[in-house]
């Protein structure tokens, strides 16, 4: 078993990542940091655990007995951890705090995104750092094109997400953190990424649109995505438009692709933002540092079935008209 440690387990990241855990079954919660209520049940916080588990949280946190550290706040503590890594030999640490992107000193962590960076992720890492959310959906939605080189200009995203997360959307940080990863799959990218947010009805669900230009046709762009995530278990190609409720409480990215004219194309892309470029990327990351098949918790069922299709909220519209 894997025995983990949280720091900043009073957090709602902490909450999404333990409503994971608890039913992981390789994983044994060892430690529940949180300096400001030991000896309190989680159900103090996280309502949503009453009468599912009797753990509590605790002040302690002692890295000699646990095998893998998720940080969800900006404690000194975890600030302390960072900077001494090379201390914790046994320890893998993946990092989902707020301020994980604010330096850029993330040297000793490989980008915790499976999509465009699994083999590192897999072959000897041991710390990862969780993509933002915003970062996540976009790269996936990319990814597929700059690894055959064809980004070529300038892209247009126009996002829409819950309020809590644009509270902590940075643009020019998630520009940042997009192009470098973007340029490892086509160092020729020199495009600028430009930002259209507004808030979405749904509490967890993210859409994204993406506009760009690309002169293949429909056809050849469909075979990239599948040929690209073919051997992946999240990302998945879809020639339906999704209802938002259908990836919610689920680790699923599903991308739909448009040519609305000649020499530019649409992408569409939807997942849970709570889980997506946060909890489900982390314990993503989790199973593939200790050589876990990559669902291995995370197989989550769809939380809605809609049969509306037809209907003008599941048509699919261009985001660039």
């Known amino acids: 078993m894997i025995r983990v440690g949280i720091i900043g387990a009073d957090s709602p990241e902490a909450g999404e990542l333990l409503r994971i855990l608890i039913h992981h079954p390789e994983v044994d919660i060892a430690c529940l940091y949180a300096p400001s209520m030991p000896g309190h049940r989680i159900t103090s916080v996280h309502h949503g655990f009453i009468g599912e588990e009797d753990l509590f949280f605790s002040d302690k946190i002692d890295l000699s007995k646990i095998d893998a550290l998720f940080l969800t706040d900006d404690s000194p503590l975890g600030d302390s951890i960072v900077e001494r890594l090379h201390e914790w030999e046994n320890l893998k640490i993946i990092n989902l705090s707020p301020s994980r992107f604010s330096d850029w000193s993330i040297s000793d ?48 995203a126009s996002v829409k997400m819950p309020e809590s997360l644009i509270e902590t959307f940075n643009p020019s940080l998630t520009e940042i953190e997009i192009v470098r990863s973007l340029k490892k799959a086509q160092n020729s990218f020199e495009g600028k990424i430009s930002f259209n947010i507004s808030q979405s009805a749904s509490e967890r669900s993210m859409r994204i649109g993406l506009a760009l230009k690309c002169p293949l046709g429909i056809d050849e762009i469909s075979k990239i995505y599948d040929s690209v995530y073919d051997d992946h278990n999240f990302t998945f190609i879809s020639r339906e438009r999704i209802d938002d409720a259908e990836v919610e409480g689920t680790q699923k990215c599903l991308i739909s692709v448009s040519k609305p004219g000649a020499g530019l194309l649409e992408i569409e892309i939807v997942a849970d933002g709570r889980l997506r470029g946060g909890a489900g990327d982390a314990v ?23 049969k509306t299709s037809g209907n003008s909220e599941n048509t699919r519209t261009s985001w660039f008209a």
């Open 109 to 156: 962590f490989e980008y915790g995104l499976s999509e465009v960076n699994r083999k590192p992720l897999v072959r000897g890492a041991r710390n990862a750092i969780v993509p933002s959310p915003v970062a996540s959906l976009v790269l996936v939605a990319l990814y597929p094109l700059a690894s055959h080189l064809l980004l070529s200009s300038d892209i247009k």
């Open 284 to 306: 993503h990351a989790l199973n593939l540092l200790f050589a876990l098949h990559e669902k291995v918790g995370l197989s989550l069922k769809p939380s809605v079935y809609s």
